[in-house]
């Protein structure tokens, strides 16, 4: 499994749009995708225009088909209208413990 960590700058008059864009579209559209796993949005409580994407697909292979597809294509730029700039970082997960 991978984790793909996307840190958004978030336009500060946007803040709570882009949080309900994710819920309302963008987590939606996600689930659909085959490979994927599961979604969190962070809200950074230091920084406040920072949010972070934790987003989890079976692999690297099945991030990449959700970049590709045409859902992400259609939600990108509304995304893209929200936030100043982002970074992103990937994970390959190791080690996972649930609670029982």
Known sequence: MIERHVVFHVRSDMAKEFEEFFR?????????QPGFRGAELLRAGEAGDERVMVLRFDSL??????RE???HKRLSPR???LYLNSEVRVFEVVAEQSQA
């Open 79 to 81: 995304l893209k209208s």
């Open 61 to 66: 292979e099945a991030a990449q088909a959700w």
């Open 69 to 71: 597809s045409a859902e």
């Open 24 to 32: 309302s579209e963008y987590a939606l559209a996600m689930a659909s």
